[in-house]
Structure formats: structure tokens, C-alpha cells
């Protein structure tokens, strides 16, 4: 089942673009065909693939809009659109592991390094291409801007390239000092922009699977640590998410048979697979007989449909000749190591299903 995303003002690409029109500025593309409050400042908390779907599941009751993520639907993807405010064809991070021509192969988006481990001599920026980023653009608003991340995120190639320009990145350790820097940064109206990137929903859901009592019990603390903060007055709060999850099977590796075919292994995610071929035709008849549940677009129909955001891209490359989606349960990965925990991850995305697609928005203001 596809479901696309909704760049003409439903997605994470058009609420990126509200947040400069917010505080006065002039968005680049389109924003939000939904309304936001103005208050003094900003926040948004970005909940790692708290899909819409697991909401539903928990029977949360929470007031929300609806929004899609981006594709591939997976926080490399979805975070270089929030901070760059261009879409997926214009930034040209493709997955978690994108093909990149001009490094030799499959980077790690990520971690900036090849997908076995070793860090690679380039810059986020040159692989990204030129632009000011979200910061930048606050910066020349008047805005303060103050992200809130991680500690084990919050000095990698990826973070540092999103966060240039801001005017503060401010680390925690867990849930715990995470709840007192929020309420810190909250205590006065100011004229303000606050990230919060919260990961603890992705980290459990690939782990225990989406639907999981851990995942549950996590996702009802952070709904209520977010209803809690939304009492702040002088601030607009919104929280959403980068992606959903979709329950699956345990992974296996492509048969030597389908690796015989390409030029390089998958690309992509677990649940979006670029494939580089010269054998295009071989590839879909094995794939539709050995694969039925398997969905093969061509690269022409994915640029056709508009699922990276525009019909055309100069980064056509890093789309592969084939794109699969599996449907269902099934997982092809390739390892690049030995002992690589996503083969067993019980939750995946990357892919179209409603589940990884749909997220919600989140809208609070105290007045």
C-alpha cells in the first residue's frame, strides 16, 4: 500500500518552511495549510517515529493534526529537509545509506562514513549541496535559537551540519535532565526558536517492535511530559515526529542470485531498496517471482510521482535504477558486518506504508 507524501502543505518539508514565516521571514516554498498561534517563541519537539499509527494503536487521546513524513521516510531523510527547508530531490540524502558517486559508493548519511565503520574525508555540506540552513535563517530574523539533543548525537557530522548556525546545542544524558532543560529554557516569554529531538520511541520500537508495551509505556510518558510543558505561556508548542514504524520480520541477507544482478548492494533503508543494475529486466522477473510481496518502481516512476518532491533532481544517481518496497513482513538487508543488529530489529521504516508515512502534529499555545 502507498501512501506519498504531502509536500503541498501537509509533510515535515512545509512545517520546516513555517517555521521562518512564523517569526516574520520569508519562507522559501510552501508552508503549512494548517495555522499555527503566534506567540513570543517556538518550540518543536521532534519525537523519533512516533507514527501516527502507534497513537491510534495506544488510543491517545491527544488533539493532533495529521502530517506525512518525507521519502525515503527515515531521519536522514526527514531531518536534512527540516533543516535545510528543501526537499529530498533538492537536498539528495536518499536513506540512511545513499549512493554517492562522487565519494565511490554507499555513505552512511548518518555517520558520514562508509557503512562498515570508517569515517570519510568529505563534509555533510558537500554531499548536501550549498544553503543556509534553519539556524542561519533565524539568526538573521533576530531570533534565538537553541537546540536540544542527545549527548550521543549532539557532535556527529549530521548534527553538527543541521545545527550550524544556531545559537546554542545543549546535550542531555536522559528523560530525566531532558525534562529540567526544557522547563529551564520555558520559564520567560522570549523571542525563541527550541528544538527537542527525542529519540526514545524509535530506539524501543526497533528494537521491541512499534506496537510493544515498552513503546507504549514510553509514548505515554512523553505525551504527558508534553502536555505538561504546553502549560508555558508566551510559547507555541508542536510536536511531531520524522517517520513512523511498521512491525516486521526478522531480516534476511539477498540471495547470492539477486546480488549476481546489481552493480552494488541495496541502498536506501531496510524498507525503500535502491537498486543499481544494468540488468533492470532480470531483476524485476526475479523479484516478481521470487518476491510477489515485493513493490518494484522504476527510478522514472519514482521521479514521475513526485515521491522525492519534484519530477527531476541532479542527484538522479543516488536513486538507483529500481526502487522496492516490500509490502509485508519480509526484509532483504544487506550486512556490512558481521553482527548487525537491524538484521533482528522487530520494527523498520524507511518505506510508504501509512504506518512509516503518517505522523502527527501536535499544536499547543497558553494564552
Known sequence: MIYRPRYNGYSLYNLSQSIIQYFGGVPDGKTLDIKMPIDDGLVIFLFDALGLSILENLGAKNEHEEITSVFPSTTATALTTFFTGKKPCDHGVLGFLTFVREMGGIVNMLGLSHPSGPQLPTSYEKLVGPGERLGKKLSKLGVTSISILPKSVSNTPMSNFDNEGFSAVIPYYDFWDLRLL??????????????????????????????????????????????????????????????????????????????????????????????????????????????????????????????????????????????????????????????????????????????????????????
Open 182 to 367: 526544557v522547563e529551564k529554557q520555558l520559564s520567560k516569554p522570549e523571542r525563541k526558536f527550541i528544538y527537542v529531538y527525542v529519540p526514545y520511541v524509535d530506539t524501543l520500537s526497533h528494537h521491541y517492535g512499534p506496537y510493544s508495551q515498552e513503546t507504549a509505556s514510553a509514548v505515554k510518558d512523553l505525551l504527558n511530559f508534553f502536555e505538561q510543558v504546553s502549560q508555558a505561556p508566551g510559547y507555541t508548542i508542536v510536536g511531531t515526529a520524522d517517520h513512523g514504524q511498521v512491525e516486521v520480520d526478522p531480516a534476511q541477507p539477498p540471495p547470492p542470485e539477486l546480488m549476481s544482478l546489481l552493480e552494488v548492494p541495496p541502498f536506501g533503508d531496510s524498507r525503500a531498496m535502491f537498486l543499481k543494475t544494468r540488468r533492470t529486466h532480470d531483476v524485476i522477473d526475479y523479484l516478481n517471482r521470487d518476491y510477489p510481496d515485493f513493490y518494484v518502481m522504476t527510478k522514472e516512476q519514482v521521479l514521475s510521482e513526485g515521491l522525492i518532491g519534484c519530477n527531476s533532481t541532479e542527484f538522479e544517481e543516488r536513486l538507483g535504477d529500481l526502487l522496492v518496497l516490500p509490502q509485508h513482513k519480509r526484509l532483504l538487508i544487506y550486512p556490512y558486518t558481521e553482527n548487525n543488529e537491524s538484521m533482528n530489529f522487530r520494527g523498520h521504516h524507511g518505506g510508504l506504508s501509512p504506518e512509516e508515512m503518517r505522523v502527527p502534529l501536535l499544536i499547543r499555545s497558553k494564552r
